[in-house]
């Protein structure tokens, strides 16, 4: 759907290409450029889904120091082993 930004930018170029009065030419140059960003937005939302952040992966603070435990747990072993050698 965002392609018709482009199409419509393209239309409006064309028709300030062919204006023979600066304030037609003006006003088609200006829809030009809202077009082009419009469409420059829809590719964006397109491509990287939007401007929020999906907040289910976020992890919360329990979570995070239950994950630093098991990973200090995990270390703890191999440093225990090394005293030893």
């Known amino acids: 759907m965002y392609w018709l930004f482009l199409l ?4 409006c170029f064309a028709l300030a290409l062919k204006a023979s009065q600066m304030g037609w030419m003006m006003l088609a140059l ?3 450029l809202l077009f082009l960003l419009a469409w420059v937005r829809g590719l964006y939302v ?3 889904g939007g401007l ?3 907040t289910s992966q976020l992890i919360d603070p329990l979570e995070l120091r239950r994950l630093r435990e098991q990973a200090q747990a995990r270390q703890q072993p191999a440093t225990d082993d090394s005293d030893l050698l």
Do not use: H, I, S
Request: glycine share 16%; proline share 0%.
């Open 52 to 54: 929020q952040r999906d």
């Open 46 to 48: 397109a491509r990287f």
């Open 8 to 11: 419509l930018a393209l239309g």
């Open 30 to 32: 200006a829809g030009t």
